[in-house]
């Protein structure tokens, strides 16, 4: 069941902190799914195996090291800027413009940053596609990171020392409850954005996180919604 926010918790929020894949879009848009392909590709491509081993091997990397690049990095030495272009080369039309996400964003008190796993282009092109690109300060990607993804500790630290973030006054949006876990340690309120309805519209059960349950405070399937309903008390 989708968490009904509490306006009381966010009021003293001032940094809105928010993932982008799965997270300002909805699941069932699918734009992740066409990255997936394309690094499945690109792992077959690489070490030329068939397209069951690569995707075998892609989601390995992916549950070791935390992204499929930072794998491929460690154990094969790729070039992750090729990486980066060839797997974000996709079609973003297929992601609808979000005026209610947009306007309830930008109505937000304090500063709002998109913090990412994927690159600051592909941040760039998806927020534009959604009509939201204006209203960030900021875009946290990989590249920003050092090359080490979500959840490892220590970007969190970077991000949050780059941009003067303080813990108790964040919020973080995510679609993956392992990448809230640090987030909680730092103090900041967190919410899981889950697919609507809470059924995955491509096979991705080995993303699910049972074990990072107490990492957060709320859940919605309705990121406007639910932004929406804190925005009609704290703005």
């Not at 209610?100 to 092109?125: M, S, W, Y």
């Not at 590249?143 to 991000?159: C, D, H, I, S, W």
Request: hydrophobic share 40%.
């Amino acid at each position: 069941m989708t968490t009904i926010p509490d306006p009381a918790r966010f009021a003293h929020v001032t940094d809105w902190v928010f993932d982008l894949d799965n997270t300002l879009y909805p699941h069932h848009s699918n734009l992740f799914a066409q990255i997936d392909v394309k690094m499945t590709a690109y792992v077959g491509e690489l070490l030329t195996l068939s397209r069951e081993e690569a995707r075998k091997l892609q989601k390995e990397l992916y549950l070791e090291y935390g992204t499929t690049l930072n794998g491929l990095m460690k154990r094969h030495g790729i070039d992750p800027d090729d990486f980066l272009e060839r797997v974000h080369d996709i079609d973003y039309s297929r992601l609808v413009p979000d005026p209610v996400l947009g306007a309830a964003i930008r109505q937000l008190p304090g500063r709002k940053f998109i913090f990412t796993n994927g690159d600051r282009r592909h941040a760039e092109r998806t927020a534009r596609q959604l009509g939201i690109l204006e209203h960030f300060d900021d875009i946290f990607d990989i590249v920003a990171a050092g090359l080490n993804p979500k959840p490892e500790r220590q970007t969190y630290e970077r991000f949050a020392e780059l941009h003067s973030v303080t813990g108790h006054n964040a919020v973080m949006f995510e679609d993956l409850a392992r990448n809230l876990a640090v987030p909680k340690t730092l103090g900041m309120t967190t919410v899981l954005v889950v697919p609507r309805n809470f059924e995955p519209t491509f096979s991705e059960i080995w993303e699910r996180d049972p074990a990072n349950e107490d990492d957060v405070d709320f859940v919605t399937d309705d990121l406007a919604a639910f932004l929406t309903a804190i925005v009609d008390v704290v703005a």
